[in-house]
């Protein structure tokens, strides 16, 4: 049974940082890309921040140079440092892995954290 468990978010200032985590279970972590992906009332969901099983990265415009995605392997846990926090960052973010290789496909979501930034 595959459970992502996201933790981290909640209230915070403008400007003022958060470190959501993912605890993943169910899966081999370490060859999995994951990602951070949010959700805002009225939107898309969205892609956030990528890190490949080899540990590249990308990020979306809007949070490049703000936030930073990580990964321990031996921990199989993801992490998202939340930096000059905004109030249009306000949302519900997701964890996300994904593994596809030789025409194997899976990809699995948490159930999200809250995060809300006031102004």
């Known amino acids: 049974q595959v459970q992502l468990v996201e933790s981290g978010g909640g209230l915070v200032q403008a400007g003022g940082s958060l470190r959501l985590s993912c605890a993943a279970s169910?899966?081999?972590?370490?060859?999995?890309?994951m990602g951070w992906y949010r959700q805002a009332p009225g939107k898309q969901r969205e892609l956030v921040a990528r890190i490949t099983s080899s540990g590249s990265t990308n990020y979306a415009d809007s949070v490049k140079g703000r936030f930073t995605i990580s990964r321990d392997n031996a921990k199989n846990t993801l992490y998202l440092q939340m930096n000059s926090l905004k109030p249009e960052d306000t949302a519900v973010y997701y964890c996300?892995?994904?593994?596809?290789?030789?025409?194997?496909?899976?990809?699995?979501w948490g159930q999200g954290t809250q995060v809300t930034v006031s102004s």
């Open positions: 169910g899966i081999i972590f370490s060859i999995n890309a």
């Open positions: 996300n892995s994904n593994y596809a290789y030789g025409g194997v496909h899976s990809e699995y």
